[in-house]
């Protein structure tokens, strides 16, 4: 027992086996094979795929879902490029993750060696943290640090690199010193008088209006949102990813209003949302030049970007509610906006008119199918509590107005990077995470046919882990507008760099069936009733993923079909 050795990547196994991460995506290679295995030998899940930047994406979902990071393991060099996508993304979106990455041997540095990189380096500005162990001795004492920092203060992706030689070298076993698992994050608390000011200005608001972030979701605050929520009756509005932090079809949900509520409000309470492009910089005219913002968030340095706060309160969004409610519940009378207020008149005139007309395409069942048609035949059937992940440029968009999430963290996106090729990944994650922890939960994978083939070999990932995810691939020949199969073939002959615009995908691909190549189920919907039926035995499938690829109408667009297309010649081929 004393003479015990132990190799370099036993000791980064039990080590994340320590911090509790239960989650390695990757893909194997020199020098990472062995950190692969000694990882599964402690019972952590490694999830080998396709591609790195595929693996880092999903798991920087998994940080996103449980606020606990999931790990990206890659090789040196070219691995650690391709993970970079995912690291970027994560930091964007402040989601924490753990990035390991093999690099060539210490003794060959500055030599030429195999894949040698300065990885290091270039993790830096896609990490809260970069670093190389000194010594495998001391590895743990960097996991600890590593996984810490990815959850405390602003989350964020990490990075540790271990050289290829410290991977199968022995040491004394007795020499290394594990580090107990790292307690989950501080809840930080505002200053009480920072909190009675910003009671004082919701409760001045004639136009009141919540912003639920994605921060807010990551915050796990949905208990303490609603109370104060409902307790003032305050309609809210989410952003993307905020969806489902309270229920899309909550009576105070103003989601279909939401230019107007932005444009009109007079205090705003800005839960974990940045002000920046997704919420137009806080600036006129999509706001009010005199519009107060109430602004919780984690970060100080967030707090007055584009637009100095009325009150800035820095804090965990779940104590800091907590302390609002609190504050709230000692004041007589009670600050509750009046349900039959000219604000909630407008707002609700607003809301029915964009339900009017997103009803009416929904209705339109003509052939080629619209977005909203075919989003429409997706809602009825996909199960209220599933995990939709969605990207694309109308795709994602108009899915998010037809596509209601009525549970807390429960869509995934593009987010703050608006990054494409996110979605397979993501749900690849989402699926791994809903076995253990939400047997039966399904996840719906709702791209465009750009956005699928970003990532779309990793359905072979898919089907080799037999998760049952649903793919629906909203296909329009390409990226927003296209051409169709017969403009397309009219072009024959023609020198098609030129004359095909880089909008310009294959027509009528067969996604479903690349699928269909690594044993899932695949389906090439045109109708309302194919696409019924195709999800109804989806659903019925728990044992293997399926694709429908819907064939939508080249032209689609958001609402009224479009009719303005590219350049002349195209518009004069398309009519
Ligand atoms: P969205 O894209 O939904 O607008 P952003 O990603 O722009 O949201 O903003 C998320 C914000 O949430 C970040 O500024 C981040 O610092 C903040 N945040 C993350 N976790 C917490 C937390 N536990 N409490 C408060 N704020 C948080």
Redesign the pocket.
Known sequence: MADELIEGCAVLAKSLKDQGVQYVFGIVGIPVIEVAMAVQREGIKFIAMRNEQAASYAASAIGYLTGRPACCLVVSGPGLVHAIAGMSNAME??WPMIVIGGSSERDQDKMGAFQEYPQVESARLYSKLTCQPSRIERIPYYVEKAYRTSIYG??GPVYIDIPGNFVLTQVPAKDVRYIPRCPPPPKTCASTEDVKRAVDVLSSAKKPLVII????A??QCEEELRSLVEGCRLPFLP????KGTLPDDHTLCVAGARSTALQEADVILLL???L?W??HFGAPPRFRADVKFIQ????PE?IGNNVHPAVGLC????S?LAQMNSELGQRRPAFVLNSQSDWWKVLHEKVAKNRASVDQNSADKALPLNYYAAFDEVNKIIPKDAIVVSEGANTMDISRTCIPNILPRHRLDA??FGTMGVGVGFAIAAAVWCQDHAPGKRVVCIQGDSAFGFSGFEVETVCRYRLPIIFVVINNNGISRSFSEEVFNSLEGTDRFITHPPTVLSPNARYDKVLAAFGGNGYYCQTPGEIQKALTESLANTKQPSMLNIMINTMADRRAQARIFLVGVYTAKQD
Do not use: F, H, Q, W
């Not at 972030?213 to 807010?216: E, L």
């Not at 952003?239 to 905020?242: D, H, I, L, V």
């Open positions: 979106n402040c602003r989350p972030g994605k921060g807010a990551y915050a952003t993307p990813m905020g974990g949302a940045r920046n997704i919420l919780i968030d984690i970060s967030e804090g965990d969004l779940k800091v987010g703050t």
